[in-house]
Every structure is written in structure tokens, then in C-alpha cells.
């Protein structure tokens, strides 16, 4: 294989982006076709890349314009990278057939936004270089604005402006991380890093953490950690459905530079004072996220906001197991960042199918005690006949995803949390605490979405189904049918999650194939 | 020169983390402006201050004499980058102002 490849996950969206921007507003099929075309090669490259690292013993490196790593960037794709690789990409291609019906109207500019955010998911995962990780979060950050704020309404823009001010705050303390840490080391290449600090004096190590820490509240901004991610889900349920199942990526890039730095730099290697260093913070946040998002989940009267802090409990369990810092629970916590991510993806893509009014400014609450809304309900109810067919597919589907986000028998969600919470058995206190936290938060997902799919399905019967348009459903089956293909199959995925999980444990092998 | 620049970001960042938590959309515009204006300075001091030395090699002068070039170029970077999210950011804020008719980051005035 080619080393060459590994720039195309970032040049290929890059490229589709700037012809569909070109096409403008009146080529749209053409536009479309580019979308597709590119989508289904990042799949496919995504996975020559899992097969390339799945086997073999280095990771692929890739270095721009030739320059030696420590001093160019480098690309590298290890079996953690090209894991996130594949899971964007083919949550991308999932959610196009929706994106597609729902944005045939808005042309090609909405297009080449998705594409801009798909290069900088992908360069974020690729880049092995701290300030180039900051350059493609910034492209991804910019194109996931222009994707929230996409047909702005009050509800929508109000949403959109917290978000944007707290991440170009977040941004502004990734800076100071960043150079605080290229203050210290004198490098920002990850694997350069991760050799230099068991040598940092110790008059300086002071200054390495506290840059260190600054630069993880910056993540734990994205990752949406207790107290930091109070804007995600006011902005997720405000942004239109397939924005939204696409942001649910978003927070697992945070998840995923936490483990990945945390793993380098701040690995058993790292010497006495400084390994594990934030462990605790992040297993502590972790809970107290947990905690939140079953609040949330109990409380939550939209259904764009049970799925908001669905994602809060699959963020705050992902950083708490992180925080746990155990080689045996990492292989779980991938399991369940797959299955959580592709399970909330789904849910959000269902929420926008049961509540359809998202251009008016109020969604439908869940408890529609006001008689005069009732009425309002049975005029729609006369005008618009609802199938039964589309209403048990979506009953069908919503059972799945609460079976799935909970965690339940026999699904692969439940498989995912069993492969997470059984290493924690026997791990010491705080991964006691944080097993029943996660035990805990599995039961209030079944109590909130058993509540919603009573409300929505059987009890209110004024609710108004809308019809069901071909692509968002084609988008839910596949992600469905794709998480139902991992319960039959789990053996060979679980095989590469526990390889990762070795491979992170022993971050020398992917210093080296950086550094040789 | 270190302590002025020193007060300088603290003042600039300090302003900045003021005016972030007003109420208003224009003051979080000028804080995050502020704040960016600090966060830029101190990348450019993290390499170490000189004053007259070049970041560029020439020939026949000493490699001590230069200043580390890393910091200036990652600087220019988060400049640029700023100022892109911040315009970005200023469109929304006036879509904001236009759609709820004030300039109140939740959309709704608390006065009458």
C-alpha cells in the first residue's frame, strides 16, 4: 500500500467541496454525484486503511513535503485512527441518502459544508502534529457553524450562538495549551513529545502540565464534559436531523485526542511525575456527565433533547472509562464508542422523522397537556391521513435505538457495554463507582425512552406521523441494520477493538513508526 | 520588555474574559476579540524574546543570534484563523440581532 493514500481522506472531501462550491445552486444532481462519489471513496479508503494497520505491525506515516517528522507534519494512521476513519466515513455515507432528500432544496453550498467537515473529521484524526490537530479542528468547527445554523430560525441561531462562542473560546485555550507545551518541549509533534517529557526538568514540569491541562479543558470542551457542555444539547436539538447525527461525531473527537494524547504523552512511559496526570479529572467529570445526562434524559420533554443528552451519558461513560486508565477497559470503550455513536446517529435522524416541525420555532413537546394544542393536533389530523405501515416502522426503529442506547440484551449495544463494564469489576473504587454510574444510566435510558415511545406510539393519539420521505428512512436502516450486523458478527471487530487497545497501551510502537 | 509584555496580555486577557461574560452579543464579540489579541501575543513570546534578531538564516551570522521562527509562523496561523471565526461569528451575531430584534445573547432583553 501506498503511503501516499493517507493524504486522500483529507484531499478527496477537500476537492469535492471545492467543486461543489463552484457548481453553485444550479448543477445540483452534478453536486449530489460529487457528495456520493466522495463519500463512498472515503469508505473505501477508510477501509484499505483498517486492512493495511489490521495486520501489520507499524503504523502508516505519512510525511508532507518530505520534511523529516520532528520538524514537517506528519499524517499517521494506526489501528485507533483508521478505526475513527471508517466510523466517520461510513456515518457519513449513511446519512447522505438523508442529507440528500432533505437538502435537494438548498443547494450545493450545504454540500460542500458537509464535505469541509468531513476533511476536517478526517485530518484530526490522521494528524500526528499538535498545531496541525488545531488547524483541522478549526476547519471542521467552521463548517459544523455554517451546518447548525443552516436555515436559521430564531430557535437555531439563538442555539448556534453559544456554540460558536464557546468553541472559539475553547479554541483560544487550545492556543495557550499549544504553546505553552511548544514553550516547554520546543516540539509539537505528538510522537516527539511523547519522547521528550520523561526528560522535561522539573522546574518546567509545572508549566508542561498546567499547558497540558489547558489544552484538555479545550477537548473536554468538544467532548462535552460536565461542567463544559452546557451548550450541546440546546445547539443539537436546534440543528436540522442529519446535522445533528453527523455532530454526533463530533464529541468522539474529542473523546478520541483525550485517549490518544493521553495514552502518549501521559502513559505509563512518561515517567513518575507525570503519568496518568488528569486521570482523575477525567474519570470524576466522566461521572458527574453521566449523572447529568440522566437528568437530562429523565427530564427532557423534546425528543431532540433526549437524544442531546443521550449523548452527554455516551460522552461522560467514554471519559470516565478513559480516566480509568486501564489497558483492559479500552478495547470496551471503543466497542462502545462504535456502537453509541452509530445507535445516537440513528436517533437523531428518528427525532427529526417523529417531530418534522423544525422550521416553525417550537418542536412538539412530549406531554401536550394544552387543550388548545390538542385541537390544533386533530385539525392537522383531518387533513393528513398516517399510515400504519410507516408509523410501525418507526415504532420498530425507535424500540431498536432505545434497545441499542441502553444497552439491552440482545443487541450490540449491549454487547458494547458488557465489553466495557466487565473489565471495571475488578479495577478499584472509582471504576466500582463509575460501573453503577453507567449500570445506573443504562436503567433511567429505558425508564426515559419506554416514557417517550408510550407518549408518542400508543397514549397520544392526536400525534400527527408525518410521511416518511425514502432517504431518511433508507439513512435509519442502514445505521440500524449496521449496528444489527455487528451483533451477528462481533468476533472480527472485537479482535481489531482489542488490538488497539494493545497498541495504545504500548504507545512506543507508534513513537517509533512516526520517529524510526 | 517581558514585564510590559507580560501586563499587556494580562490586561488584554483580562478585558477580554470581562467582556465574554456580558449579556450583550457586541461586548462578546469585543472580549473574544481582546482575549484572541492576548492569546496571539502570547504565542509570539512563548519563543523566547529578542529584540533586533532575525528569524530568517543568513549566511555568516551565528545560530544563536536568531529568533526561534516556529512561534512567529504559528502565530500568523492563529491570526488568520481568528479572524476568519470571528467575522464568521459577527454575521450570526447581526442574523441574531435582525431575527430577535436585540442584541441579547439568549435572544430575549430582561428589561422591559
Known amino acids: 500500500m501506498s503511503a501516499h493514500l493517507l493524504v486522500l481522506p483529507i484531499v478527496l472531501p477537500l476537492l469535492a467541496a471545492a467543486l461543489q462550491w463552484l457548481l453553485g445552486e444550479r448543477r445540483r444532481r452534478l453536486a449530489t454525484a460529487l457528495s456520493a462519489l466522495s463519500c463512498t471513496g472515503l469508505v473505501v479508503l477508510a477501509g484499505v486503511l483498517v486492512a493495511a494497520v489490521a495486520d501489520g505491525d507499524l503504523a502508516v506515516t505519512y510525511r508532507i513535503g518530505g520534511w523529516p517528522a520532528r ?18 466515513s461510513v456515518l457519513s455515507l449513511a446519512l447522505l441518502p438523508c442529507a440528500l432528500g432533505r437538502w435537494q432544496a438548498a443547494g450545493g453550498s450545504v454540500q460542500s459544508l458537509f464535505q469541509f467537515l468531513l476533511m476536517g473529521l478526517n485530518g484530526a484524526f490522521l494528524t500526528g502534529d499538535l498545531f496541525n490537530l488545531f488547524v483541522f479542528f478549526e476547519v471542521l468547527l467552521a463548517a459544523s457553524y455554517g451546518l447548525a445554523l443552516h436555515r436559521p430560525g430564531v430557535r437555531r441561531v439563538s442555539g448556534g450562538l453559544h456554540y460558536i462562542a464557546v468553541n472559539l ?3 483560544m485555550l487550545f492556543l495557550i495549551g499549544v504553546s505553552l507545551i511548544f514553550g516547554v518541549t520546543g516540539t509539537l509533534n505528538m510522537a516527539a513529545l511523547a519522547r521528550l517529557i520523561p526528560a522535561v526538568p522539573d522546574n518546567t514540569r509545572a508549566l508542561l502540565h498546567a499547558g ?14 460536565w461542567p463544559l457542555g452546557f451548550w450541546l444539547p440546546r445547539t443539537y436539538a436546534a440543528a436540522a436531523a442529519p446535522v445533528a447525527a453527523m455532530f454526533a461525531i463530533m464529541t468522539k473527537v474529542g473523546v478520541y485526542v483525550l485517549l490518544r494524547l493521553g495514552r502518549l504523552l501521559f502513559g505509563d512511559g512518561a515517567g513518575p511525575a507525570s503519568a496518568h496526570f488528569g486521570a482523575d479529572w477525567l474519570l470524576w467529570g466522566g461521572a458527574a456527565t453521566v449523572l447529568v445526562g440522566v437528568a437530562g434524559i429523565l427530564g427532557a420533554r423534546e ?16 471519559l470516565g472509562a478513559i480516566g480509568l486508565q486501564q489497558g483492559a477497559v479500552i478495547a470496551g470503550t471503543l466497542a462502545y464508542l462504535v456502537i453509541s455513536t452509530l445507535g445516537i446517529a440513528a436517533f437523531f435522524l428518528l427525532a427529526g422523522m417523529l417531530a418534522p416541525h423544525e422550521e416553525t420555532e417550537a418542536p412538539p413537546l412530549l406531554e401536550p ?18 399510515l400504519p405501515a410507516p408509523v410501525a416502522l418507526l415504532g420498530a426503529c425507535f424500540m431498536l435505538c432505545a434497545v441499542l442506547l441502553a444497552g439491552l440484551p440482545p443487541l450490540s449495544g449491549f454487547l458494547a457495554k458488557l465489553a466495557l463494564l466487565a473489565p471495571m469489576l475488578d479495577a478499584g473504587h472509582g471504576a466500582t463507582m463509575l460501573f453503577t454510574l453507567i449500570v445506573a444510566a443504562g436503567l433511567g435510558t429505558v425508564i426515559a425512552m419506554c416514557r417517550t415511545g408510550i407518549q408518542i406510539f400508543w397514549a397520544d393519539e392526536h400525534w400527527v406521523f408525518p410521511p416518511i420521505r425514502a432517504g431518511e428512512a433508507a439513512s435509519v436502516l442502514i445505521l440500524l441494520g449496521l449496528c444489527l450486523a455487528l451483533t451477528v458478527l462481533p468476533d472480527a471487530p472485537l479482535r481489531y477493538l482489542e488490538a488497539t487497545a494493545r497498541d495504545l497501551h504500548a504507545p512506543w510502537r507508534y513513537i517509533d513508526a512516526v520517529l524510526p | 520588555m517581558e514585564a510590559v509584555l507580560a501586563l499587556a496580555i494580562g490586561v488584554l486577557a483580562a478585558s477580554g474574559v470581562w467582556l465574554l461574560l456580558r449579556p450583550r452579543t457586541f461586548q462578546v464579540i469585543i472580549g473574544l476579540t481582546l482575549l484572541s489579541y492576548a492569546v496571539n501575543l502570547f504565542i509570539f513570546c512563548i519563543g523566547g524574546l529578542r529584540t533586533g534578531a532575525d528569524p530568517v538564516l543568513r549566511d555568516g551570522v551565528d545560530i544563536a543570534h536568531y529568533a526561534d521562527p516556529l512561534p512567529q ?14 467575522a464568521l461569528f459577527l454575521v450570526v451575531l447581526l442574523a441574531s440581532r435582525g431575527l430577535t430584534g436585540n442584541d441579547h445573547v439568549d435572544g430575549k432583553d430582561g428589561t422591559p
Open chain 1, 212 to 225: 497540558a491541562a489547558i489544552l484538555g479543558v479545550a477537548f473536554l470542551v468538544k467532548a462535552a464534559m
Open chain 2, 73 to 86: 509562523a504559528l502565530v500568523l496561523t492563529a491570526i488568520v484563523i481568528g479572524f476568519a471565526t470571528t
Open chain 1, 303 to 318: 425528543l431532540g433533547k433526549l437524544a442531546g443528552y443521550n449523548v452527554l451519558i455516551s460522552s461522560g461513560s467514554l
Open chain 1, 369 to 386: 397537556y394544552d387543550p388548545a394544542g390538542d385541537a390544533l393536533y386533530a385539525d392537522e389530523d383531518e387533513t393528513r391521513a398516517t
Open chain 1, 71 to 88: 520538524f514537517g507534519i506528519v499524517l499517521v494512521a494506526d489501528r485507533l485512527s483508521a478505526l475513527m476513519l471508517l466510523l466517520t
Open chain 1, 169 to 171: 473560546l475553547a479554541s
